[in-house]
């Protein structure tokens, strides 16, 4: 958290600087849209295409519990009409800037997990003052509701091309619910007492929740804390216990973790394989197969069915 009080400064500074500058929408270029996790960034081409002038922050492999912006992610949130970001504590070191840059009135920041309904999230750390679990575009169903906002805040803020924002996202929320089919048709081949997902940071509840899994993590829902040799020991046993074919390693987070649980399990004479990569808080490489969306839950499923469908 010190590391953030240098760029409020600066922040305070850039706000002040460009008090009299009109927002670059007003200067007849296009609208400048700055997304934070990969997926909203891939749901923001998918609706605005080439419309937009699109930044994404976080690109493959970064993880958006810890990262911190630098001072060149401050001028890009300062320059753009528009900003999209998770919410719900999901970019822990961000979300006061954010929160500022919205304040400031020149920007519209959108954090797309306040905009859900409630009762449609899963619990988090509510003693922490974070009650709800931000990893909500794990369940497909409710990521749809996500599409739904962006293309109303890309309307508001461009009504010019309103109708291909509404057009492009008719056909993307037909290709999310094809994924959303895919899913679940391949989940249904897992027998159900194997359907258990065991990874190092628990961002598969929403994932758990909607195609009938269930999920345990070496650490909590953020990163931000370590795993203790307690936990590990803690998922060993219950590797042991149901007999998991395997366990998963994040592309966000260092397999050492998983790989203590692996070792924990040996310990007791018994084997787990690692079964892959899941891709848990950001999307994988823009030309690999998992660089959208769709392709990073449709591989994470597959990764799911070869290793536990035996
Ligand atoms: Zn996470």
């Given at each position: 958290m010190?590391r ?19 927002a670059?929408s ?9 997304a934070?996790t ?16 699109l ?5 493959p ?5 810890t ?7 401050l ?50 750390e ?19 509701q ?9 309307i ?10 509404s057009?492009?996202?008719t056909?993307?929320l037909?290709?999310?619910d ?20 065991i990874?190092?940071?628990d ?8 195609y009938g899994?269930?999920v ?11 795993a ?5 020991q803690?998922?060993a046993?219950?590797?042991l216990e ?24 040996r ?5 787990v ?9 950001a999307?994988?490489?823009p ?11 449709r ?12």
């Open positions: 010190p953030l009080i240098p760029f409020l400064v600066l922040l305070t500074l850039l706000l002040s600087a460009c008090g009299s500058q009109p670059a007003t200067e007849g270029g296009k609208l400048k849209v700055v934070t990969g997926q909203l960034g891939d749901a923001v081409r998918n609706i605005a295409g080439e419309t937009v002038e930044t994404t922050l976080l690109g492999g970064i993880d958006p519990h990262y911190v912006a630098t001072e060149g992610d001028r890009t949130f300062q320059e753009a009409d528009l900003i999209f970001y998770n919410g719900l504590h999901l970019e822990a070191q961000m979300e006061r800037v954010l929160e500022q840059i919205g304040q400031s009135g020149r920007t519209t920041v959108v954090a797309v997990g306040d905009t859900l309904d409630p009762l449609t999230l899963l619990n988090w509510p003693s922490a003052g974070f009650p709800y679990d931000p990893h909500v575009w794990n369940d497909v169903r409710l990521w749809k996500v599409v739904e906002v962006i293309r109303d805040a890309l508001q803020a461009d009504p010019t091309n309103s109708a291909t924002y057009r492009n996202t056909a993307y037909a290709e999310l094809t994924l959303d089919t895919y899913i679940r048709e391949q989940a249904a081949r897992i027998p159900v007492e194997r359907r258990v997902i990874t190092a940071h961002a598969f509840s929403y994932f758990a929740r909607a899994f269930e345990e993590a070496v650490q909590g829902i953020s990163t931000q804390t370590e203790s040799t307690a936990d590990i803690a998922l046993a219950i590797v149901r007999q998991v074919p395997a366990i998963f390693v994040e592309s966000t987070i260092s397999p050492r973790t998983i790989e203590a649980v692996q070792a924990a399990v310990a007791a004479g018994q084997e394989r690692v079964g892959g990569e899941l891709y848990s808080d999307l994988g490489a030309d690999s197969p998992a660089g959208t969306y769709v392709g990073m839950m591989s994470n499923i597959d990764t799911l069915v070869a290793a536990l469908a035996g």
